[in-house]
């Protein structure tokens, strides 16, 4: 999740680039660039980190320019460094382009430019776009040229581009990414998000998917790639600034509930090639993998809990998960021909990285997943697999939850597939369902409404229960510490078979017991569980995806082994809604921090 600002206009715009970049820094700050037109030429400056260090380098250079584009990074492809930094301006100095977003097709497209001779500078797929452009200028202008690159194109994108022999002129393209064009007297601008221009005009056109948009001076066109016209409506945007960097939602938290299809699908596209391209395995060490270690805190932990049981049940090997913070205690005879997995969204947690230490002092082989490019958890990793979710403001964690669900899914099915557990027509039954989780997770958000309800009913309650069986488990105990460490109630999650051998004590008349109840072989010891909660006065909430029309909070059905990943959305929503209610700091709740990079 990148950050694009670009101008043209009557404004000299360096310093409009900069501040827009600066209110974009939520999106990632990485490494920073901008790419000035002037005097027919174009000048790129870059500068790895914050914003400011590239403002300080603008400042120095004081050139006078009235179109522009810039671009804070969060790096997906590449480490953060300054060659891998956006503008690409390297491939001719008279093409720069800044992107946000996944050129899924960039590794065919890389390799048939270089064999026209294009010499590659950076690790980014963004790059290939440059040079894209400048082999289709070689037959036609920067329009048709530029439209001809997005046809070649495929994935997530939001791109700006700019030719030094078509000065004033910026071509831009969305699909998938977001990108806004900000309305001025003076000029247009054209943003990833509508903070990077809301203190020049709150005149926002929120861009379509397939949409080109041609910017020249303070005009703009926008149609698609045969030049067929898009109309496209002016919206009046009344947010304040600290709303708009949540794109209108109240909390960071809300914001990254909403944005899980989005991250899920990035993740996805990810997660496409052979096994050794994806998983940095080749499929002979694959079939040497014994057994997985799988090691976190938190979140990341439940996450671990919850790839435990995909791994038994399709890959078939045994695993062991333990909280990262016991791990390193623990006198454990270690197996080399297991795989150790360390879980982690910030990629510094101090637990973590102690743990992952150990492993490499044993001799294992380290995997990590992660969401962070170049945390010290990827450096200290042989493999890492990116959680393509981009920043993850609020501390509650939601959005790299259900990502590292899917990287870690992804990998126990490919695993079964390459140890011969799942044949490839199993295997492709299961992964096309895996790959309709952004659509069934849209269907789970539109619950929002209904579980706002039932959390008005409970929130004054002290003390809440979740119950799962199975792959629900962990989900239980993420709902658990989703509810307690933003609206500080007590919650506990439990394995629901457990509740007879002590915990049922606790429940008295009105507490809400929230349970998870799949349809298949758990649905009927779930069900008499709650029956045996009921009977001892609690409130029941279930989770279900049977297509039974009992009060419950329903999910869609795809496979069994998505429920997890699907309810974990609804309690989710369930801890927000309380927090609120409670009146806290949902994004900053006392007490925690968003990475615990002390042990
Ligand atoms: C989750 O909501 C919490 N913020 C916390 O448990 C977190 O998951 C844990 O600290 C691990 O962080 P990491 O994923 O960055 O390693």
């Not at 064009?181 to 005009?201: E, I």
């Not at 002016?234 to 209108?248: H, I, M, R, S």
């Amino acid at each position: 999740m990148c950050g694009i600002v670009a101008y043209s206009g009557k404004k000299e715009c360096s310093k409009l680039i900069i501040d827009g970049l600066k209110k974009l820094e939520y999106r990632g700050y990485d490494s920073a660039g901008i790419s000035l037109e002037k005097d027919n030429e174009i000048i790129t400056l870059k500068a790895v980190g914050r914003v400011e260090n590239l403002e300080k380098l603008v400042k120095k250079e004081e050139i006078q320019s009235f179109c522009a584009i810039g671009h804070t990074r969060w790096a997906t492809h590449g480490k953060p460094c300054e060659i891998n930094s956006h503008p690409h301006n390297d491939c001719t100095d008279t093409i720069s382009i800044v992107h946000n977003g996944i050129i899924e097709n960039y590794a065919p497209l890389k390799a048939e430019l270089e064999r026209k001779g294009h010499i590659f500078k950076s690790q980014t797929d963004s790059e290939v776009v440059a040079h894209l452009i400048e082999e289709n200028l070689k037959t036609q202008d920067f329009t048709h040229a530029f439209c001809q690159t997005i046809k070649q194109v495929r994935g997530a994108y939001a791109i700006a581009a700019l030719y030094a022999k078509e000065p004033g002129k910026i071509m831009a393209a969305k699909n998938q990414s977001p990108l806004v064009l900000g309305v001025a007297k003076d000029g247009v601008f054209l943003a990833s998000d509508v903070p990077a221009f809301l203190a020049h005009t709150n005149k926002a056109i929120f861009l379509e998917d397939g949409d080109i948009v041609q910017i020249e001076i303070s005009t703009y066109k926008i149609f698609n790639t045969d030049l067929k016209a898009q109309p496209r409506k002016v919206n009046e945007v009344n947010w304040d600034f600290t709303t708009a960097q949540k794109g209108g939602y109240k909390h960071f938290m809300l914001k990254e509930i909403y944005e899980q299809p989005r991250s899920a699908q990035d993740t996805l596209r990810t997660l496409k090639g052979s096994f050794e391209q994806v998983f940095g395995l080749t499929k002979k060490e694959a079939k040497k993998i014994k057994g997985v270690y799988l090691v976190a805190c938190g979140t990341a932990y439940h996450a671990s809990l919850c790839a435990k049981y995909m791994l038994e049940d399709f890959a078939q090997i045994p695993v062991e998960v333990e909280t990262a913070s016991e791990f390193k205690y623990r006198k454990i005879a270690f197996c080399k021909d297991w795989l150790f997995i360390a879980v982690s969204q910030s990629g510094e947690t101090a637990d973590t990285i102690a743990a992952i230490k150990n492993a490499k002092e044993a001799g294992l082989k380290v995997m990590s997943v992660c969401n962070v490019v170049g945390s010290t958890i990827t450096r200290l990793s042989d493999i890492t697999l990116y959680t393509h979710c981009g920043p993850e403001i609020s501390v509650a964690s939601t959005k790299a939850f259900t990502s590292q669900l899917v990287v870690l899914y992804s990998f126990a099915l490919n695993l079964a597939l390459a140890l011969g557990r799942l044949t490839q027509t199993e295997f492709d039954n299961l992964y096309s369902s895996l790959e309709k989780l952004p659509e069934l997770m849209k269907e789970v958000l539109s619950q929002d409404s209904k579980i706002k309800e039932l959390a008005k009913e409970v929130f004054t309650k002290k003390d809440f229960i979740f119950l799962g069986r199975n792959s629900s488990y962990p989900i239980a105990l993420e709902g658990a510490l989703k509810l307690k460490e933003i609206s500080y109630l007590h919650a506990e999650g439990f394995a629901a078979g457990e509740i007879k051998h002590g915990p049922i004590a606790v429940i008295e008349e009105g507490t809400p017991v929230l349970a998870l109840v799949p349809q298949g072989v758990l649905e009927e010891k779930m069900l008499s569980n709650c029956q045996e909660v009921k009977a001892r006065g609690a409130q029941v909430i279930m989770i279900r995806d049977s297509k039974e029309k009992a009060k419950a909070i329903h999910i869609p059905f795809e496979k069994e082994f998505l429920f997890p990943i699907l309810s974990v959305i609804a309690l989710q929503f369930f801890a927000y809604y309380i927090a609120v209610l409670k009146g806290r700091d949902v994004d900053r709740p006392r007490n925690l921090a968003k990475s615990v990079t002390v042990e």
